[in-house]
């Protein structure tokens, strides 16, 4: 059962092809395991060159070296090459990076890596159906919109493949039981603290238990359907941006507002979306409240101003609509702060002086341990109260906000 | 607030329009008697005419009696014009159908008709964003799929308009205290054993407390994209089905598949819908899993069929892919059950006999008290397992299947 929905997997969505070299990630758990032993009955009908890698996060001291060989052993065993890597010890987690990412980040450097070393076209990891419920109201109960909907992909970038999508843990037990395979199991994944693992110990077994026993299923499906169709509208931006007229220049990308006007909606909002995240370079921040301001911009008439995140200005100019990155921003990562790092001298010289733009949403350093925090309240959350907070009516606010 | 937030929503969702006549469906519950009382105070900026409209559901005896008296002095009070509606005390509830279900029906039956009778061109209804996300939870909790997360949208129809969708109750409660408004609980509210009061009491204020004090505006916010999105989806599929040699003729609708497989794959499951849709007349009760069927025909050659929800067979005959009705459906309205209606003689006279086409899934009604129940496992569920339980491998079935 486990190869033959392994084997479906793989060619429903387009994982593999022949002769593929794959970079296997084993963290010596039993979903990498099942993966790896998978992918190694799978390899004459694709003719599979197949290389085990393991990451030791050194997290666990003498359990993470353990794991580390008890990975080496499978791979001798399976005559495998194996590539390990670990975390450098040089290395210091910046401020607000969580442990996860911080992890996270390496591995994938190292898998990253390792795949170019080797000339391996697909790195191949352990993600099964219940991960991907799990993602999926992870990102929900995070309010990360319809993007996270989508969860983890069965392919990203042409080279992570997840063949375990549609297999769940217990078919994964089954199938090491079958073939008489031992894994080891990550005492992190209990901790409670995580938010995954409180969706994993907590909220998903208590939905199938009040709500629905079949509630994986259907957040998987719904993630397989919300990654085709989020596809799908990314594959019409192109031409939308040519239709709406845009064109970079001066720094920024430029829209012609009647144009634009006549592009479906969900399609402008992505647009902007689009435009945000290239002139950013990283994943945005952007929120629908963002969006909406831009919105608003179109609904006026001569110039007009809006800050969103990441230091970009929208602009609406009689009939054109640009974005332009008027801060830089300190880590184009971080996706609900930055730092102003451009200080503008303005109006007359007796005027001048050192000034902030505020970033809304986000957070202005002003020194060490003073620090304000910009949010947009009320419409879309609810406006909070307390002593250290200020509540101004966004609308009155006139653009762009300086703090001096 | 509650007015402003209120002519925000009308104006950005463009759900009114000046002049416009409008029936508001006035339960007595808070949200109702805002929603009048809101659109009382947008009256002359929009010039609208404004009509109450109450249904009584005569399912709590003197209390429902009493709550169409307490609308009726409202409207009295306000100077509208009031009409009113109940269920017919002759009709039956079809079995099967839950008494919300029933009560839906007769109210929206009762709103139309009485829209149509005073030429209002608009409904209004009370739903606010918590409604939204108590639906889009429950879409999600009840694997309905991506559609489910658009939840209940802000117009509807072109007709029914939802003013409060950006309005938290707590703003609703606020602003009747500030206009001194009373207004009628409705008891039904509270019982905790139907689904969305499971969601409203328990699920909801849970997820808010232990996960995210936001996740209303979340998750709302997310329905709102999902609505956008998928409204766009289904604007291209006109395009998509010419360009894919969609035709109706024989009863039926043909692709050329060559074309049709050109498509996006988000769009060729989108057409697959639709036409399953149109063919039936109703929503489908079409699954992922079937949609995957269809796929799997495309990879085939020469001829093969399959059988869908509601009695649609899909077949593949070349370089064409069909789609018809080969059995009537009982319900078109039912979602996972349809008996079959067409007793097929097959083969010679002396083989011949009464047999029925198995719907898969759905139930086969041999007779009274006697109803066998198909559903795919596996793949897409938990295999089930029990005494009254036959597992197929359904990839060893050949169709069409037939009970005799």
Redesign the interface.
């Known amino acids: 059962?486990f190869v033959r929905?392994l084997e479906?997997t793989v060619r429903?969505r387009g994982l593999l092809e022949r002769g593929d070299r794959v970079l296997v990630a084993v963290s010596g758990g039993p979903d990498s395991v099942a993966l790896l032993r998978g992918l190694i009955e799978l390899r004459s009908r694709y003719d599979l060159s197949l290389t085990v890698g393991h990451f030791n996060h050194g997290l666990r001291g003498a359990a993470s070296d353990a794991e580390e060989r008890f990975v080496a052993e499978l791979a001798l065993k399976a005559g495998l090459e194996l590539r390990t890597g670990r975390m450098p010890t040089a290395s210091v987690r910046p401020r607000g990076r969580s442990l996860e990412d911080w992890c996270r980040e390496h591995r994938y450097a190292f898998l990253d890596a390792t795949a170019r070393e080797i000339q391996a076209g697909k790195i191949a990891l352990g993600h099964h159906r219940r991960d991907q419920a799990e993602t999926v109201l992870m990102n929900?109960?995070?309010?990360?919109?319809?993007e996270g909907?989508k969860g983890i992909l069965p392919i990203r970038d042409g080279r992570y493949i997840r063949p375990l999508l549609?297999t769940?843990p217990a078919e994964i037990r089954a199938f090491l039981e079958s073939r008489s395979l031992s894994f080891r199991n990550d005492a992190s994944n209990r901790d409670i603290r995580h938010?995954r693992n409180?969706i994993r110990h907590?909220?998903l077994p208590r939905?199938e238990t009040?709500?629905?026993?079949?509630?994986v299923?259907?957040?998987s499906?719904?993630a397989?359907?919300?990654g085709?169709?989020n596809?799908?509208?990314e594959?019409?931006l192109p031409e939308a941006y040519a239709s709406a007229g845009g064109r970079e220049g001066q720094g920024g990308v430029r829209f012609d507002i009647p144009a634009f006007l006549t592009l479906?909606?969900?399609?402008q909002?992505r647009l902007i979306l689009l435009v945000v995240r290239r002139l950013i370079g990283a994943p945005s921040g952007l929120?629908?409240a963002h969006i909406?301001l831009v919105?608003n911009l179109l609904g006026r008439s001569g110039y007009a101003e809006v800050h969103l995140a990441g230091g970009i200005t929208a602009t609406r100019s009689y009939d054109h609509l640009s974005f332009q990155q008027t801060a830089d921003v300190s880590s184009p990562a971080s996706r609900s702060q930055h730092r102003p790092s451009r200080l503008r001298r303005k109006g007359t010289d007796a005027e001048a002086g050192f000034q902030f733009d505020v970033p809304i949403p986000g957070v202005l350093s002003l020194a060490p341990g003073c620090r304000l925090r910009f949010e947009v309240a009320?419409?879309?959350?609810?406006v909070p109260t307390g002593r250290e907070i200020a509540c101004l009516d966004y609308e009155r606010i006139r653009f762009p906000l300086v703090c001096r």
């Open positions: 059962m929905v479906k429903r929900l109960l995070r309010g990360s919109g319809i909907l549609d769940d938010l409180r907590d909220l939905l009040v709500y629905n026993p079949a509630i299923h259907g957040i499906r719904m397989e359907i919300a085709l169709e596809d799908f509208m594959s019409v479906h909606e969900a399609i909002n929120t629908h909406q919105r009320g419409v879309t959350r609810p």
